[in-house]
Structure formats: structure tokens, C-alpha cells
């Protein structure tokens, strides 16, 4: 079974413009969670969907969005980038069944590094 | 606030030695604990995952234990070798009344030399 995948791998763009990253869920999974990882703040929680619907979002500007389209895939998107959103930035899929508790295991896939100039 | 603490952060051990990283957190009410490993510039790789109703979790020379009750978790690494250089972080998972989401520590960066 195909990992989860993330799309475009490298991304380099200027202040001020925005940005779509795409993410692809191992297939059957239908959460899928993204992740910020910089140096100086490490690894920080974005956003947590489930069957297209935003279940939990971190502590980010409203200049960080996404969405889930029905076939589990998720987009975030950053307008007016800022230098400080410079990172790595991580997709994972997990094969909860559904909104409620549930603790299954996290699979992350291989990043898109994005650099802000 | 959850927060998650790994130490120590830098490690560096000749080949063959057996280690332990230590992972704490500070909110007992996690649904999970996984560990994973990080390679330079990429992913995370899941090495263990332990719910929260188990002790521990062994996955070849990787054996994970979880102490909920004082927050602490120990990732131990038999007979290291120079491939096991990498940044291994631990994560908790906590359900809130809005969804889920992992909280990770700062992670350790292991080298093993030859």
C-alpha cells in the first residue's frame, strides 16, 4: 500500500504571495492532519480533518487554510507568505473510522519544504 | 497546556553501545505515545506506537515503555549501530473537545559513530 503523499516536495516563493500544498492519504485513511517544523519552534500542529470536515486547528493565523475533498486528499493553502513561514511542512494520515475518540497510530509523509525570500 | 520535554538533546555513542531516550509530558490524559525518527531534511518514520493502556511496545532492538502516571516514556536502542544516527522524536496524542492532534518534543539527535 502507497505511503501518504505530498506534493510539491521543494518550494520556493516571495513575501507576499500565497501557496496550495497538496496532500494524499495512505488509501482507506480518511484523517489527515498537517504539521509546521522549523527549527526554532520545532514541530507544531495546523489543522486535523476527518471526512472533509475541520476537526481541530492549531494556533496559526487565519492566513493558513485548508480542505479535505471527498477522496480523503487535503490542500493547505498560505496567503502573503511571510518570511517565518519558511519550513518543512508535514502531512500524516491516521485510519480512524470516525469524529469521536479514537487513538490510532499517525503516518507522515515525506514533507514540502517551503522557502519564503 | 501539554507540553513534551526529550532529553537529553544530542547524543553521540560508538557503535554497539545500548542507550535510552527519555521522553516526559506533563498531562497524564494522552490517548497515545509514538515514536519516531526523523532523517536529515525528510519525514517522520513511525518506529513504536504505545497506547495508553499498555506498558510497552518492542519492535526488533527498539523497546518503547510508558509510565502514564509520571508522564514518562523511554525509547532504549540495543547494540546501536552508525545507521541509527538520526533525530528521534516522541509525540503524545491527545483528543480534545475539538479533534486531535500530537504534541512533540524537541526531539534528540543521535549519532552513532563507527
Known amino acids: 500500500k502507497a505511503g501518504v503523499t505530498q506534493t510539491p516536495r521543494y518550494l520556493i516563493k516571495t513575501r507576499g504571495q500565497q501557496v496550495t500544498l497538496s496532500c494524499s492519504p495512505i488509501s482507506g485513511h480518511r484523517s489527515v492532519s498537517w504539521y509546521q517544523q522549523t527549527p526554532g519552534q520545532g514541530l507544531q500542529f495546523l489543522f486535523e480533518?476527518?471526512?472533509?470536515?475541520?476537526?481541530n486547528k492549531g494556533n496559526f493565523p487565519g492566513r493558513f487554510s485548508g480542505r479535505q475533498f471527498s477522496n480523503s486528499r487535503s490542500e493547505m493553502n498560505v496567503s502573503t507568505l511571510e518570511l517565518g513561514d519558511s519550513a518543512l511542512y508535514l502531512c500524516?494520515?491516521?485510519?480512524?473510522?470516525?469524529?469521536?475518540?479514537?487513538?490510532?497510530?499517525?503516518?507522515f509523509g515525506p514533507g514540502t519544504r517551503l522557502t519564503v525570500t | 497546556k501539554q507540553e513534551v520535554t526529550q532529553i537529553p538533546a544530542a547524543l553521540s555513542v560508538p557503535e554497539g553501545e545500548n542507550l535510552v531516550l527519555n521522553c516526559s509530558f506533563t498531562?497524564?490524559?494522552?490517548?497515545?505515545l509514538q515514536w519516531f525518527r526523523q532523517d536529515p531534511g525528510k519525514g517522520l518514520t513511525s518506529l513504536l506506537l504505545i497506547q495508553s493502556s499498555q506498558r510497552e511496545q518492542t519492535s526488533g532492538r527498539l523497546n518503547a515503555s510508558l509510565d502514564k502516571s509520571s508522564g514518562r516514556s523511554t525509547l532504549y536502542i540495543a547494540a546501536s549501530q552508525p545507521g541509527d544516527s538520526a533525530t528521534y522524536l516522541c509525540?503524545?496524542?491527545?483528543?480534545?473537545?475539538?479533534?486531535?492532534?500530537?504534541?512533540f518534543g524537541e526531539g534528540t539527535q543521535l549519532t552513532v559513530n563507527p
Open positions: 509525540a503524545v496524542l491527545l483528543e480534545e473537545t475539538s479533534g486531535s492532534r500530537l504534541t
Open positions: 480533518y476527518f471526512s472533509e470536515t475541520q476537526r
Open positions: 498531562d497524564s490524559a494522552i490517548y497515545n
Open positions: 500524516a494520515s491516521s485510519p480512524r473510522t470516525s469524529g469521536g475518540p479514537s487513538s490510532y497510530e499517525q503516518y
